[in-house]
């Protein structure tokens, strides 16, 4: 099926979450066709699946996910609305996604007649110091004062399949307005390899809001994202914020008019870090 779906994932609604485009036989398309499908729908990502040789009884893909300009070499809510859309043709449960970044199992559950829930399992994270001077840059590109931070959250780069720098409002409406320069902050992000940036406010002990700058890849801004959500909780349990076990919530979209929610569970002895949401078809 080369015709590509239109999912949309982190909510139970088509007016909610991340769209992500779906080419579920990718088999006979090369990487600029697969470019320009993604250029065309114009999501912030889209998913190429081809089947992987596997084992009997798993069920086995590669996975490519583009951009309207590049391939990354992870996406986290194109990894969930691709899984649902596969459960929806082929049952419920396991997955494995062979990705760029890496082997990323996916559960699918929940009943006929529900939105269906996908929990992946991100390759193994890690955080990463970032330069004083790179922080001062991505803070003149988003035009936030250095005051306007969250000072018990440190900036870091975290990595759960693709790199992130995290940087932390001090309130809530801080988080709310954005309204960055394009072009100094994507050359700041090629520079640092990153994907997006994960801005983020703490609401409680377990709950964040979140916002993610994607100018690298085309689009002002990422609705819901998967693979920052997976990066932002092994940064959580890795400075000592959360403990080794716990679920998290985050809220995304809302200030974009397309409200989503994440699960992130971390689980002890495990550093892979899960992020879990629903998805449903766009008509």
């Not at 769209?19 to 579920?24: D, E, M, N, R, W």
């Not at 996975?63 to 391939?71: G, N, Q």
Request: net charge negative.
């Amino acid at each position: 099926m080369t015709t590509p779906l239109r999912y949309t994932a982190f909510a139970t609604t088509p007016a909610g979450g991340n769209p992500a485009g779906i080419v579920l036989d990718a088999s006979g398309l090369d990487d600029d066709g697969m470019l320009r499908i993604a250029a065309d729908l114009g999501y912030s990502e889209s998913a190429f699946v081809t089947p992987a040789p596997a084992p009997a009884g798993d069920r086995a893909y590669h996975v490519r996910y583009f951009s309207p300009k590049a391939e990354v070499p992870f996406c986290g809510h194109a990894t969930v609305a691709t899984a649902v859309a596969l459960a929806e043709r082929h049952g419920t449960g396991d997955f494995l996604f062979h990705t760029r970044a890496g082997e990323v199992p996916v559960t699918v559950e929940g009943a006929p007649g529900t939105p269906l829930r996908a929990t992946l399992t991100s390759v193994a994270p890690h955080v990463e110091d970032v330069r004083a001077q790179d922080v001062t840059e991505a803070l003149a590109a988003l035009d936030w004062p250095a005051a306007d931070l969250d000072p018990a959250f440190p900036p870091r780069i975290a990595y759960a399949g693709a790199r992130h720098l995290v940087l932390a409002a001090g309130s809530r409406e801080r988080l709310a307005d954005l309204d960055y320069d394009m072009d100094r902050l994507t050359a700041l992000m090629h520079r640092l390899d990153l994907a997006t940036v994960q801005l983020v406010w703490r609401e409680s002990a377990s709950v964040f809001h979140v916002r993610d700058p994607f100018p690298v890849g085309g689009v002002v801004e990422d609705p819901a994202t998967g693979a920052a959500a997976a990066a932002f909780g092994a940064y959580l349990r890795t400075l000592g914020f959360v403990p080794e076990a716990s679920v998290l919530t985050l809220h995304q979209g809302a200030d974009m008019g397309r409200p989503g929610e994440l699960t992130v569970t971390l689980v002890a002895g495990d550093a892979r870090v899960r992020v879990s949401g629903t998805a449903v078809p766009i008509a």
